[in-house]
């Protein structure tokens, strides 16, 4: 039997210290057997560098690279360039891991038949304490998937990502100059040139904070819409529509985060714009968003910590699929026209 592959788990962290501790447990408590972690403080001015010294001090796997503050992108780099390993898990300060992630991720890309320059899984939404608040869409995209990918971004969090080392050399990595979406673009560069694979499991607890995923939704779908249609320029088999579905998709996305912010005018202009471009889609969204919000009325579900949640249960953050069937329809007719132009 061949030997398993070293995976090196790369930890960005800046004034990290309420998070940390955790981040780096679920990190030790992975079942698979051959990691080593690097955490880079990207200039911490609070008790990051501390943290991670402890755990250095009671496992050799561990390890710490301090840095001057230059941003999430250089951190990666940096963390990516001491990594010895052939598969690369970018692990996020305040995200927490299901113990069976990287073992369910290197068994696929050990066994896919697509050769993928990196493997996703699915992330559910979490809050300060660690709660289960939401889960992302468990679609099962694989193989070339770059049009389906320009159209929407189904990957979610880079926190998610097995990505194979010898794939990332060819990109020379995270963009370092960029405020937010250093992994969307790395993930779109790959899907260019080669295929990806899903663990089909909920293993990533992706955490936000109060009063900040208005504004950092609002910027990753700008970051997004920027990047996708860079790498779109460079795709000339992509169908004129993709672009204009794209927009209307951001704009809508935008709008809900403006109106959530209270900033009505912002949502309504917004909002109107995705109307006029896809008038079809933008339409059912909007009923799907209604019949959430009349499925959301009432007591809340008390959901479990994300430790305890079953990383194979679908549904569990009250509804992750859509509720209207005219979307589901709109979106499944999509999907699959441009699969088959990844040749999926």
Request: aromatic share 8%; glycine share 8%.
């Amino acid at each position: 039997m061949a030997e398993l592959p070293l995976v090196t788990v790369v930890v960005p962290a800046y004034n990290s210290e309420d998070t940390l501790t955790e981040t780096l447990a679920c990190a030790l408590a992975q079942t698979y057997p051959h990691v080593e972690i690097i955490v880079v403080d990207d200039g911490s001015t609070d008790r990051t560098a501390a943290i991670a010294l402890s755990f250095a001090a009671r496992s050799p796997a561990i390890s710490l690279i301090r840095t001057a503050n230059r941003g999430v992108g250089a951190a990666r780099n940096t963390g990516v360039a001491a990594a010895r390993g052939d598969w690369i898990a970018p692990f996020d300060a305040d995200d927490l891991w299901h113990p069976a992630k990287l073992a369910r991720q290197v068994d696929v890309a050990l066994h896919s038949p697509h050769r993928p320059a990196f493997v996703y899984c699915w992330a559910r939404l979490i809050d300060m304490a660690g709660q289960v608040t939401g889960e992302q869409e468990p679609r099962e995209i694989r193989g070339r998937v770059l049009h389906q990918l320009l159209y929407r971004n189904f990957i979610g969090c880079g926190g998610s990502l097995l990505i194979s080392r010898a794939a990332m050399r060819e990109f020379g990595g995270y963009g370092e100059d960029l405020a937010l979406g250093e992994d969307v673009l790395i993930q779109l560069e790959m899907a260019l040139r080669h295929t990806v694979d899903l663990a089909p499991a909920y293993l990533v607890g992706y955490r936000t904070r109060p009063g900040s995923m208005s504004s950092d939704s609002d910027k990753v779908w700008r970051g997004w819409r920027r990047f996708a249609e860079q790498v779109a320029a460079r795709c000339p088999d992509a169908p004129a529509c993709l672009d204009r579905w794209r927009r209307a998709r951001t704009s809508a996305q935008r709008a809900a985060g403006d109106l959530l912010a209270g900033r009505r005018l912002d949502g309504l202009r917004r909002l109107a714009g995705a109307l006029w471009l896809d008038p079809a889609w933008t339409s059912a969204w909007l009923l799907d968003r209604l019949g959430r919000r009349r499925r959301r009325a009432g007591p809340a579900p008390q959901l479990p910590h994300f430790s305890q949640a079953d990383p194979d249960a679908i549904g569990l953050g009250g509804g992750a699929e859509p509720y209207i069937p005219l979307f589901l329809r709109i979106e499944a007719r999509r999907m699959r026209r441009l699969a088959a132009l990844d040749g999926g």
